[in-house]
């Protein structure tokens, strides 16, 4: 399987600048022709840091079927792969309860290589620049099977921390989420290089403790302290390679660049973990924008830690 990351710097509320942001990097980009999944960061296009409802409600956009929705079917059908993007999301009343109140969440839409839409994400744990405008979905992350993708579970950023940074650090609620049972594979489904495992992936808009200015001095090295805190939040799937043959994949698609005050991590990456050991594919740096593409039958370029 062949995954692309596709980090960048987008501005806030600046969305057809981004989107020409974002096309102007897949076209530079040498994109394969068997790529099989394209994951872009946390609200890609509307930017993130948004500080009211007043704020964003410009740019909150219809559950899949708004300009970001739209993109990525375009994106898919050209490259015939999937793609997932995150979006500010606002439900609209349905047929059978018109009067119901719209609800807004931090969201990613998931599309297949025909365009068709096989997974509306909606983030589990608000971080508290989202709690201004978003709110909690009633149901939290979960396996689920996902076409040719095989068994995925997908999150949005703040969903790898214990939630609202007031649960035990040991609860590893989304972590843990990965180890549950896995739907089963069906008789048409092509073999996926992680097996049953689910392939968990996170899109992202992680902030940097790093300043402007630090970023910009090495802009192609990674930011190595978020890139360990991220290893470390998934600690149980370590845990549990131990004994579960078959690798795990973890995807990291962060955004890099600045927004009013706040600086963005970059390092976006791809884990793998094996045998209680961990090892990254290939590590974008802390202000890269750029397209990274990782084979995951391919063979990691770094080690993190060493197994059992």
């Known amino acids: 399987m062949k995954i692309a990351l596709l980090q960048f710097a987008p501005d806030v509320g600046t969305v057809q600048a981004n989107i020409k942001r974002a096309d102007d990097l897949l076209q530079r980009a040498k994109i394969p022709v068997d790529l099989d999944w394209l994951i872009l960061p946390e609200m890609a296009f509307s930017g993130y840091n948004f500080h009211s409802l007043e704020e964003i409600t410009p740019y909150l956009e219809p559950t899949t079927s708004g300009i970001t929705t739209h993109w990525a079917i375009q994106v898919a059908q050209h490259y015939n792969c999937h793609v997932t ?163 795990w994949y973890v995807v990291l698609a962060n955004r890099c660049g600045s927004e009013k005050s706040v600086c963005y991590a970059g390092s976006s990456t791809v884990i793998k973990v094996e045998d209680g050991g961990v090892s990254l594919f290939e590590t974008c740096g802390r202000g890269e924008e750029r397209v990274c593409v990782v084979d995951l039958e391919g063979e990691p370029r770094f080690s993190v830690r060493s197994g059992r």
């Not at 149901?139 to 703040?158: D, P, S």
């Open 85 to 247: 993007v995150g979006y500010p999301e606002r439900t609209l009343p349905s047929p059978s309860s018109p009067h119901q109140e719209p609800t807004n969440y931090n969201s990613t839409v998931t599309v297949s290589p025909t365009g068709a839409i096989l997974q509306n994400y909606r983030k589990s744990f608000l971080y508290y620049t989202d709690e201004t405008w978003a709110a909690e979905p009633p149901e939290r992350f979960k396996v689920e099977h996902l076409q040719k993708l095989g068994n995925v579970i997908q999150g949005i950023c703040m969903d790898i921390n214990p939630h609202r940074f007031l649960a035990p650090w040991s609860d590893y609620e989304f972590a843990s989420a990965a180890l549950a049972p896995v739907p089963p594979l069906s008789h048409s489904d092509s073999p996926t290089p992680q097996g049953t495992n689910p392939l968990i992936v996170v899109s992202m808009a992680w902030l940097s403790h790093l300043t402007a200015s630090e970023i910009a001095a090495e802009p192609a090295a990674p930011d190595v302290a978020t890139v360990a805190y991220w290893v470390e939040r998934f600690q149980p799937v370590v845990e549990r390679s131990k004994d579960v043959p078959g690798p």
